[in-house]
């Protein structure tokens, strides 16, 4: 449990967010930390993680505890370490020790819990022990599964309405996890020319997150086949004429995210169709990066990375016609298939557990479009809003070899010069940016991504 | 998903388990292989792991799977990937392909599985997705945390008989696992030196189980506070007079596991005081292991590591008395309070999941004595046996300050000599030990452990 680095400051951090919540909705709040997923057997658990939404309200990773708020008034519930825990788990911070450190006005055993509980609205925790416990104190279902409702789909508005932007003090734990997530790749690209399978980059990448005492915010891709998106293989040797995509990012002891991807060439330099299109994914980056700013519309970003890509693309002979009109067809999608990006802050898809609840606009909904369906944030930017832009260029033989698909674009595509592109398996470039009033502020602008600064980083 | 290193004498290995396993039960078995766990948000999950039992069975961590035996006939139950799926996990192998793989007489989709759950015996997967399933398939309640009774509790006996002793497959999978461990101990010895937290050391232990494609086995413990048995704190900043113990092992990818404790001093060099517990507590470890084969008792082996333990006590002045009569007084215990180690397989500590069933020899229970209640072992050792053997010398102020302890043990400890050993927090020294017919084999015998052998590989 981490109590070390904490201050006065993070109370009023804490104290700022509740008010905040408190002017929203007129019902209680209680909120879970939630438990330990059990691994192989109950007493072998994954590394605990605590649930988002407390980490937000209440700042600490505390396995097992409750947080009642109800104007602005915070009660923190949990039980002392058994004395017997000592022995295993060493002298553990009391109850009234962290009230303190979080700014609570009262802490109470989580027996008392139950006396609390009337009206009270909350989230669905991820753990089976923790939401079986929700379920049974309130009375009704609460389950990640089922999407909240009544007062629990209320506070998840009100909640997204605050974790939205960010403060202060979040932005520092994120530029913490961003300044990690930069040296990691940093280190993934030195070690490639001497590493023999994807695992020994990742190793080198995850040693260095690991090292500053933080966790990997989601598990991590580090992959010679950068056509499949969420590639979790690391067993795949490494070939010099090959590409290697890493989407790996940090996450800091009190849970924010980073979330960066960056794709280099094993042998340290591109080939020149390699190059032709990582500098068309990396047009549609910065070309989005120069767009946002508060007021934008996230869609019109998306549409923006779609029309650069196939305008590359056009540039190079692989599409036939007009950048636009290709766009309006969702011909982009067979190359770029995802969204731009998504929410980022406590959780890598900020917020992802409440559907699309904090990705969506109030009124829209996902579009059933190709080129459209899996973008993950429709709203217009705001200052303080952290979004990460990620284009990519993906030959996916489930799209490319599909019988409806290759019909619908055949006259778009010349696949006899794509042909010619077959060592561009997967490219991406993903970065984090802050949205400010004037434009934007890459957290994560310390990692070059010009191709030739990447193949200096890599060398080989 | 795992299937490139797979072979005939895969399929021959796990044939002849599920031979075994069906000359002692008379009843249908059906074994789930779980589904991932989520972390922060539903789509956002831990790593996954298949149940042991699964995987001893049926070889390969498949996600969601289901295998019923009888009779020795396999029976594969999963579905084929969704089209869709292709897009982000890429072309997964199909079932017909891994029932070929797995040496299964028929492979069918999950839909059929409640065709076939009649009379079936099972035991319970931890994540709660499947042990619902499993409850609501064979309409009782299968949970881990629920012992096993009736059908399930004979096949979970059944399981323990075959999963004991270990087969030239598993040792082979068991000798990878420790090697790697071997090489992540040397380097975190070689990283302490130059790092300046706890964290840092499990950077450099981590990356050589990450860079061979493995996964820990359990969550690694690198700690300046060896005294806190079971401490998952990386923050501390490493001080040149202090310890650092180091308790972390390997997982293959099928799921074999390593489990070693190596002991080593901040600066390189122990100070005198540091060394003269270490040589106790390794003379202990040297005790045990020659004693170790066939037929012996392990309970018998914990105890000879208590006595060497009190008689060297004796000799540096902290106990008063005789090391047999310490011992039978469990005086031991306040310097070494677990058990002398453990069985160790798929599970760090094997199967217990199944609570003291594969642990204790039937009609055997675990003692209410101070210096025998946590021994995880209780059974006469066969050839083929894996069992940690990690004796240990801890200064725990739950237990030296409590006042009933004090007081009972106050005239067999000389308190003061003790106050010269401050700097000996926690030692442990564990290595993985094979039992054979005429002795035993240390699996991690690669990992020097005489104190100036570890002083060399530190180095500083
Ligand atoms: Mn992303
Ligand atoms: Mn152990």
Redesign the pocket.
Known sequence: MLIQNTSNSLVDTLRQRRQKLASLIDFPVILWSGNDSPRNYPANVFPFRASSHFLYFAGLPLPNAVIRLEAGFLELFMDDPKPSSALWHGEMPRREEIAEKIGADVAKPMVELELSVEGAATIAVQDAGTWTQQSQLLDRLVLPQIQPAGIDLELAKAIVTVRLTHDEAALAELRKAAAVTVEAHKAGMAATTSAKIEAEVRAAMEAVIIAHNMTTS?NSIVTVHGEVLHNEQYHHSLQPGDLLLA?V?AETEIGWAA???RTWAISGKFSSTQRDIYDVVLAAHDACIAKIRAGVEYEDIHLLACTVIAEGLVDLGIFKGNAEELVEMDAHALFFPHGI??L?GLD??DMEDLGDLAGYEEKRERSDRFGLGYLRLNRPLRPGMLV?I?PGFYQVPAILNDANLRSKYHNLVNWERLSQFTDVRGIRI?DDVLVTTEGSEVLTAALPNQASAVEDLVGG
Chains 1, 2 share one sequence.
């Open positions: 989601y989407d990012g979330d960066v991807t990006g998504h980022l890598v898809h990460t990620e993903e």
